[in-house]
C-alpha cells in the first residue's frame, strides 16, 4: 500500500519535470519570437536606410539642378542685360551721327538763308 504522502512525492518530480519542459517550451518559443523581430527589425532598417539615401539622392539632384537653373538665370540675366548694354550703345551711336547730320543741315539752311538774303538785297 502506497501513502497518499508518497504517492504525492512521487508526483512532485514529475510536476516539476513538466514545468521545466514547459518553461524550456517558452523560452525556446519566446527566442524564436526575438529572433524573428530581430530580423523584421533589421529588415525594416535595412529599407529606411535605403529610402534615406534615395531621399538625400534625390535632394543632391534637386540642389544640382536648382543651381544649374539659377545660374541659367543669372546667365540670362547677365545675356540679357548685355544685349540691352550693346543696343543702348548703338542707339547713342544712331543718336551722334544724326545730331551730326542735323547740324548740317541746318548749317545749309543757315548758308541757304543768308544766300537768299544776299539775293533779295540786290
Not at 539615401?53 to 542685360?81: I, P
Request: aromatic letters at 4%; a negative charge; charged letters at 30%.
Amino acid at each position: 500500500m502506497t501513502s497518499p504522502h508518497f504517492s504525492s512525492y512521487d508526483e512532485g518530480p514529475l510536476d516539476v519535470s513538466m514545468a521545466a519542459t514547459n518553461l524550456e517550451n517558452q523560452l525556446h518559443s519566446a527566442q524564436k519570437n526575438l529572433l524573428f523581430l530581430q530580423r523584421e527589425h533589421a529588415s525594416t532598417l535595412k529599407g529606411l536606410h535605403s529610402e534615406i539615401r534615395r531621399l538625400q539622392q534625390h535632394c543632391t539632384d534637386l540642389t544640382y539642378e536648382l543651381t544649374v537653373k539659377s545660374s541659367e538665370q543669372t546667365g540670362d540675366g547677365t545675356s540679357r542685360s548685355s544685349e540691352l548694354k550693346k543696343r543702348c550703345e548703338e542707339l547713342e551711336a544712331q543718336l551722334k551721327v544724326k545730331e551730326n547730320e542735323n547740324a548740317e543741315l541746318l548749317k545749309e539752311l543757315e548758308q541757304k538763308n543768308a544766300m537768299i538774303t544776299v539775293l533779295e538785297n540786290t
